[in-house]
T-cell receptor, first 112, second 113 residues
Framework: KQEVTQIPAALSVPEGENLVLNCSFT??????LQWFRQDPGKGLTSLLL???SQREQTSGRLNASLDKSSGRSTLYIAASQPGDSATYLC???????????WGAGTKLIIKP | AAGVIQSPRHLIKEKRETATLKCYPI?????VYWYQQGPGQDPQFLIS???????DKGSIPDRFSAQQFSDYHSELNMSSLELGDSALYFC????????????FGQGTRLTVV
């Protein structure tokens, strides 16, 4: 059964730094992997989707990569801003029934 | 573009009452997923439907039931509510075949008092 892990659980960095969030999965037979952002008490905002045939996707200051062989996806945030502070979750779609498996998230704090 | 619609957005119920949450998937999407997210927790999978049939079941309590209707909208029925049921309930939809990108609704915040 697919397991998705996000380490670290929390991260605090000064504004302006580039940073990488990690998502690991055990079953490489995924259909896609999505990165979401969630502000406290709010809904899920989809950031990037990488299909299994793709290696990376970019949107503005965000870049997500996918390496199925190593079971890893990374979300790179360039020139971080306080407004980037949120919890970032990765979601894998896998299996015969297109199961959606969440990571536990990384809580990111960008200090002004 | 149309997104996943959940209603209501907020709901307050008393213990032992019943609640019904609704999810309207993106048009032509045939798969619906329900998730429960408690405070500070990651979303926990409850149940999913594909073409109006239950396709997968997670940690859904016996007090909860759900179904997907002929128009593909789904309802999550929650009975004998407990304080611990207070959470954000997300619905997601996808087109089950091909490239199943999941799209999430904004969630229903249920507060049980």
């Amino acid at each position: 059964k697919q397991e998705v892990t996000q380490i670290p659980a929390a991260l605090s960095v000064p504004e302006g730094e580039n940073l990488v969030l990690n998502c690991s999965f055990t079953d490489s037979a995924i259909y896609n992997l999505q990165w979401f952002r969630q502000d406290p008490g709010k809904g899920l905002t989809s950031l990037l989707l990488i299909q299994s045939s793709q290696r990376e996707q970019t949107s503005g200051r965000l870049n997500a990569s996918l390496d199925k062989s190593s079971g890893r996806s990374t979300l790179y945030i360039a020139a971080s801003q306080p407004g980037d502070s949120a919890t970032y979750l990765c979601l894998s779609t896998t299996g015969r029934n297109y199961q959606l498996i969440w990571g536990a998230g990384t809580k990111l704090i960008i200090k002004p | 573009a149309a997104g996943v619609i959940q209603s209501p957005r907020h709901l307050i119920k008393e213990k032992r009452e019943t609640a019904t949450l609704k999810c309207y998937p993106i048009p032509r999407h045939d798969t619906v997923y329900w998730y429960q997210q408690g405070p500070g927790q990651d979303p926990q999978f409850l149940i999913s439907f594909y073409e109006k049939m239950q396709s997968d079941k997670g940690s859904i309590p016996d007090r909860f039931s759900a179904q997907q209707f002929s128009d593909y909208h789904s309802e999550l029925n929650m009975s004998s509510l407990e304080l611990g049921d207070s959470a954000l309930y997300f619905c997601a939809s996808s087109l089950g075949q091909g490239r199943p990108e999941a799209f999430f609704g904004q969630g229903t915040r249920l507060t049980v008092v």
